[in-house]
């Protein structure tokens, strides 16, 4: 592909922008060894296979009815269909891995996600960036907001990892860089979070102590608890 190099650079500036449109870029497959695309309806917009749908794993089943092939992508096995339905964290660590099997393809961020905070949005708009500017992927995305927003430190390790990996050059932290929280600092203390707190607030508060030790520990909403709730569970918390 050497020598297609400086046609490809434009090539990758003409999809950032939005100028070549779905059924141009097939045009292209016979040229840079882009993969076979396809279009489809999804959401109101004409998209491209590969396509990743970053939906809720709760909401896999309404995507499937709308779009019966899509499946349900495995990173641990390599598995990424054409359609593929994945989690935010795991297409995240999937990307940052370099574990994607396409060079290029769609990225959408499904609504089921509304209620992702402005870094989820800045870290995906941050990695599909970098990865736009290598010779590694070349990615079209739909919902992903530009968020103003200054990364976390565990967030910039995810960025660090990636630089290194496209890079091979950068002298950034990347230490336990997948250890990160997607959804927020933790307010809570860990050390006052143990079992005997769990149940005694579950019981309190008439929910799963699963849900529970999910908010507590991980500050993740799984079960999707009103946030009034969360407050008021959180406010009984022991002081540390």
């Avoid at 090539?11 to 059924?23: C, D, Q, R, S």
């Avoid at 800045?122 to 070349?138: F, G």
């Avoid at 530009?146 to 990636?162: T, Y």
């Avoid at 997948?178 to 005997?196: D, F």
Wanted: hydrophobic share 40%.
């Amino acid at each position: 592909m050497s020598e297609f190099e400086p046609e490809i650079k434009k090539f990758k500036w003409l999809v950032m922008l939005g100028y070549i449109t779905p059924k141009e870029l097939e045009f292209y497959n016979n040229f840079y060894e882009i993969q076979m695309t396809n279009i489809i309806d999804f959401e109101g917009y004409e998209v491209l296979t590969p396509l990743f749908i970053i939906v809720r794993p709760s909401k896999f089943d309404q995507v499937r009815k709308q779009l019966p092939q899509a499946e349900i992508a495995d990173p641990i096995s390599k598995k990424f269909p054409l359609i593929s339905l994945i989690s935010i964290e795991k297409f995240i660590n999937s990307l940052a891995n370099l574990k994607i099997p396409y060079f290029f393809f769609t990225v959408f961020l499904h609504d089921s996600y509304y209620n992702a905070p402005p870094q989820a949005h800045a870290l995906l708009h941050t990695l599909i960036n970098l990865a736009n500017s290598s010779n590694k992927y070349i990615i079209k995305p739909y919902n992903v907001k530009e968020e103003s927003v200054v990364l976390s430190n565990d967030l910039q390790k995810i960025v660090c990892h990636f630089q290194k990996i496209l890079t091979n050059d950068s002298n950034c932290d990347d230490t336990n860089w997948w250890q990160y929280n997607l959804w927020g600092k933790n307010t809570t203390n860990a050390s006052t979070v143990n079992r005997r707190t769990i149940e005694k607030l579950a019981l309190k508060h008439n929910v799963s102590p699963i849900c529970l030790q999910y908010i507590l520990v991980y500050n993740k909403n799984p079960c999707h608890l009103p946030s009034n709730v969360i407050n008021k569970i959180k406010s009984d918390l022991p002081s540390s």
